[in-house]
Structures are given as C-alpha cells and as structure tokens.
C-alpha cells in the first residue's frame, strides 16, 4: 500500500509503500522530524480523471486504475498474469452441470450398449 506521511515541522507531505502491517511504524521526513500519516485514502487523479479504483501494482512497478488498465499496461510489457482464473460461481455451477450431463450421457450410453449385447 502507498501511505501518505505529512511533517509539520518542514510542511513536507510525502508517499511511502510499504506493507499493511507495517503501517503504524513510524516515518521520517529528510529533516530528520518524526511525519505523521494520513490517515484517510486520498483521491488518485490519472490523466485528469478521478480514479476511485486505482492501486499500486508492485509487479509491474506502476498504478493500476482497473483490471483492463492492468492487463493492458501486462500486454504492453509482455508479461502473463498468473494466479486464479475464478470469476464467478455461476461459471464454476455452469461447467460442473455441464461435466455431470457429460458424463451421465456416457454412463447411459454404456448401460444401452451392454443392453443390446445381452439381447
């Protein structure tokens, strides 16, 4: 996460990333004073436009507005997300129907199959 920090004695606001536990230790500013954080997320402007969504994204060293923006900016510099392909649970409910249909339809047809040899 980017933190921002804010020293009063030089008036200097500044980022720093570091990770979510480490978000309470404490800051300094290049004068050497003790910057307090901000506690609150500010608003991130890309390009003029407002940017709810956006984050640091540490693999490909740059700010992210949203999946599209991320996966563009992957394409551009030739790298392959990895991880989990889950979008939803109707997609997992769909394809599991799916395999079961399949599969029954196998099973029946080795059932007719043994029928006729019998008869």
């Not at 004068?31 to 991130?44: D, H, L, Q, S, Y």
């Not at 996966?71 to 551009?76: F, G, H, L, N, V």
């Not at 979008?87 to 029946?108: I, L, T």
Request: net charge neutral; proline share 3%; charged share 35%.
């Amino acid at each position: 996460m980017i933190y921002e920090y804010h020293c009063k004695k030089c008036d200097t606001l500044f980022d720093v990333a570091k990770s979510v536990s480490e978000r309470d230790s404490e800051e300094r500013c290049t004068c050497g004073e003790v910057a307090g954080r901000i506690p609150f997320p500010r608003m991130t402007y890309l390009n003029q436009t407002r940017v709810e969504n956006a984050e640091y994204n540490p693999g490909l060293g740059c700010v992210t507005k949203n999946s599209k923006h991320r996966k563009e900016i992957a394409k551009r510099q030739g790298l392959v997300e990895i991880g989990n392909d889950y979008n939803s649970g109707e997609s997992q409910q769909k394809a599991m129907k799916k395999y079961r249909e399949e599969k029954r339809e196998q099973s029946w047809a080795e059932v007719d199959k043994e029928i006729r040899e019998v008869l």
